[in-house]
């Protein structure tokens, strides 16, 4: 099954994050056949790089991926950019699937994956445009992404330094980390760095955001620390922890 070159969609760019590089060489070679523009990654750092100023349409995102679960990616792609995501992995629960579809997946396919229903799906959500939501934050980060070393404790500014951490800044970081671009209310905040929920600990985790948002400035960088008024916070940038 093929689709003509003339018959392709207008847009019809794709970007495929997959680990396993003879999987995505060969189904990017049959999609390229059909008349798509494939551009494949294999981790969601080099995915992070690309999408400042891109327009893909759909993402195929694998859902183990080595540095970042693509469950995350698949979250931070439908909160900031208007791709279509298609999920394509080998786990097959229903627990699993649902997530998915949570995440923001159009589509859910179960390694091994048919490339004729595959190439299906896709002409079918390329043909209706771009995804159906909005931007809910914004413009896609720019730049390359943040990243948090814990053998180091650091925090490493994209094109900048390294910014060492507390025990409480990395983790606070990397619970921000797990999905980025969305707010971690204060209850998780709370329970997980302090134990508790309390008048102590908020005003403790007030002042932890506070001093951490002073490091960022002091390295002469925006904090990428964002509040949700009486909800929580979220890390706005793309971000990688290894």
């Not at 993402?59 to 931070?76: M, R």
């Not at 999920?87 to 396919?109: P, V, W």
């Amino acid at each position: 099954m093929s689709v003509p070159m003339e018959n392709a969609p207008k847009n019809n760019r794709i970007l495929f994050i997959e680990d396993d590089v003879d999987l995505r060489d060969s189904i990017s070679a049959y999609l390229v056949m059909a008349g798509f523009d494939v551009t494949g990654v294999g981790s969601c750092l080099e995915c992070y790089a690309l999408l400042p100023g891109s327009d893909f349409c759909i993402a195929i995102v694998d859902v183990s991926l080595p540095d970042q679960s693509g469950f995350v990616l698949a979250e931070f792609l439908r909160a900031n950019t208007t791709m279509k995501i298609i999920m394509l992995t080998a786990l097959e629960r229903i627990d699993d699937r649902l997530r998915g579809y949570a995440a923001g997946a159009h589509n859910y396919f179960v390694k091994p994956v048919d490339a004729r229903e595959l190439l299906a799906a896709i002409s079918s959500l390329a043909q209706s445009g771009y995804g159906d939501h909005e931007k809910s934050t914004g413009e896609v980060p720019l730049g390359t992404p943040w990243r948090v070393t814990r053998k180091t404790w650091q925090l490493i500014i994209p094109d900048g330094p390294g910014i060492t951490l507390t025990s409480l800044e990395l983790k606070l970081v990397e619970l921000l980390a797990a999905t980025p671009g969305r707010v971690v209310n204060r209850e998780t905040l709370l329970s997980t760095l302090y134990s508790r929920e309390d008048e102590h600990s908020g005003r403790a985790l007030d002042s932890l955001i506070r001093r951490f948002r002073a490091k960022i400035a002091s390295a002469g960088y925006p904090s990428p620390i964002k509040t949700a008024h009486s909800v929580g916070y979220c890390f706005s940038q793309p971000i990688v922890v290894g």
